[in-house]
C-alpha cells in the first residue's frame, strides 16, 4: 500500500506525464494546419480563383468567410463566446483574467494588422488600376487600325498580375490566422488548447452541416 507521499508523487508524475502528451497533441493538430496552409498556397499559385470561389461550399460557409476561409477574429469570438455563455464541463469558462487579457490583445493585434489583408488589397487595387490603364491605351490603338491581338496579349498580363496579387492577400490573411492561433494556445493550458482545438473543429462541421441543410431546403 502506498503512503501519503508516494501517492502525491505518483499523482504529481501521472499529471505531468498527461500534460505531456496533450501538448504533443496540440503540436500534432497545429502541424496540421501548417501542411494545410502548405498544401494550400502551393495549389494557390496553379489556380488561386478556385478558393476564392469554391464550389464545395454553401452559401452559408461563404457568408461567415473572409479571403479563403474564417476571419482571423473569429477563434477569439469562439473563446469569449464560450466564456461568456458559461458552457457547462468547458475548461475554457475558467480562463484567468490574465489570460482574457492576453487574448484580447490578440485581438487588438488583428485590428492593427487590418485581419491581414487590408494593405495588401490596396496594392492588388492599384495593380489593377495600373492593367486597366494599359488595356485602356490599346483599345484606342485599336480604334486605329492595329491588331487585336495586343489587346487579348495585354488582358492576359493584366490577369496575372491581379491573380498575383490575390495570391499575395490570401498568403497574408492565411498567416494572420496561423498567428492568432499560436497566440491563443500560447495563452491556454494544454488542457484547454485540446478543447479550443476540438471546437474549432466542431465549429466548421456545424457550419457546413448547417450549410448543405439550408441549401437541401430551399432546393
Known amino acids: 500500500m502506498k503512503t501519503k507521499v508516494e501517492e502525491r508523487d505518483y499523482r504529481a508524475k501521472t499529471g505531468c506525464e498527461c500534460e505531456q502528451e496533450l501538448q504533443a497533441l496540440v503540436s500534432k493538430v497545429t502541424q ?11 495549389l494557390a499559385h496553379e489556380d488561386v480563383l478556385a ?21 482571423p477574429s473569429a477563434v477569439l469570438k469562439l473563446v469569449n463566446s464560450i466564456r461568456t455563455n458559461g458552457v457547462s464541463s468547458s475548461r475554457l469558462v475558467e480562463l484567468t483574467q490574465e489570460q482574457m487579457r492576453k487574448i484580447e490583445a490578440e485581438g ?3 485590428v492593427r494588422r487590418g485581419e ?9 487595387s492599384d495593380c489593377s488600376r495600373q492593367e486597366d490603364g494599359r488595356v485602356g491605351k490599346v483599345v484606342v490603338r485599336v480604334k486605329n487600325g492595329e491588331e ?20 499575395k492577400v490570401m498568403k497574408a490573411v492565411d498567416c494572420v490566422r496561423l498567428r492568432t492561433l499560436k497566440g491563443v494556445l500560447d495563452v491556454l493550458s494544454p488542457l484547454q488548447c485540446v478543447e479550443f482545438l476540438a471546437r474549432i473543429g466542431m465549429l466548421q462541421i456545424l457550419l457546413r452541416q448547417w450549410g448543405k441543410k439550408r ?5
Not at 491581414?116 to 492588388?124: L, R
Not at 492576359?156 to 491573380?163: R, T
Not at 441549401?215 to 432546393?219: A, E, L, Y
Open 32 to 42: 496540421h494546419y501548417k501542411d494545410y496552409y502548405t498544401i494550400k498556397w502551393a
Open 51 to 71: 478558393f476564392f470561389c469554391p464550389t464545395w461550399i454553401s452559401p452559408l460557409e461563404n457568408a461567415y468567410s473572409c479571403v479563403t476561409r474564417l476571419k
Open 108 to 110: 487588438e493585434n488583428n
Open 116 to 124: 491581414g489583408g487590408e494593405g495588401n488589397g490596396e496594392a492588388t
Open 148 to 167: 487585336v491581338r495586343q489587346v487579348v496579349g495585354l488582358v492576359q498580363v493584366a490577369l496575372k498580375g491581379v491573380m498575383a496579387g490575390l495570391e
Open 215 to 219: 441549401v437541401c431546403t430551399i432546393n
